[in-house]
């Protein structure tokens, strides 16, 4: 069974986050702010994110458009119990065969904004159904198995454009990803970077992040109960992070 994580803090000692705050814009230094995607952005967001070597997911793509991105996020965030209403929520959806429709409402595209507006740099977060359909596949009910959805998180692409480079705002959307997911009780954030991008061994080291030589894994029986893996691709590095 998928443990429930009970103290409700964020990995990092910054102020809790509040759906408005992620809405309108969380100040990030020198003018930037970090939000939420918004309907209309979705194409400039694409072209953000394509940056990072891969393609965004196109139902969240779809999901900003139609103001549906993270949804139940924004909902745990207001709630007074966010792990049972996130489960809820889930479990409801996933019962009425949408369970990509629960995963998008789970998933964010934060976006990085400059004093005029423009969007210089976004990430993207997902749970992963993967590991839903891993968990399955070994055993694990299909209740518990779901609910991985509400304890691990991927942070599957994070860019920002050259002229706006080494100004903190990589960090500061990756600090915003796991506030955000950590404050709703998640356990384990994660990704994984090409082996030839060495410097991304650095960056995420230097944000908490615990870099695994290519191709190694970590087992989640023991802090998750769930008896798979988690590692990366043939050529990759898994980072991944534990809430504190």
Known sequence: MVKKKTSGKAASTSAVLRPNGLRHGLAAGGGYRIRLARPGESMVARELLVMSGELPEEDNLAAIEAAEIGNNLFKGLAARDPFETLALALTTEAAAGNL???????????????????????????????????????????????????????????????????????????????????????????????????????????????????????????????PIHLGANRGEHLFYQWAR
């Open 100 to 226: 990509v429709g629960a995963l998008v409402k789970l998933s964010v595209v934060l976006v990085v904004v400059d004093r005029d507006r423009n969007l210089v740099g976004a990430a993207e977060a997902v749970p992963p159904g993967s590991i839903i359909a891993k968990a399955t596949e070994a055993g694990v009910d299909r209740t518990h198995a779901l609910l991985a959805a509400l304890v691990l998180v991927k942070v599957r692409r994070l860019a920002v454009l050259p002229d706006h480079r080494g100004r903190g705002l990589a960090t500061a959307l990756l600090r915003c990803c796991t506030r955000l997911y950590f404050q709703l009780g998640y356990q384990l954030a994660y990704g994984q970077f090409d082996a030839d991008s060495a410097h991304l061994t650095d960056f995420y080291g230097a944000n908490g992040f615990e870099v695994l030589p290519s191709e190694q894994a970590i087992s989640l029986e023991a802090r998750l109960t769930l």
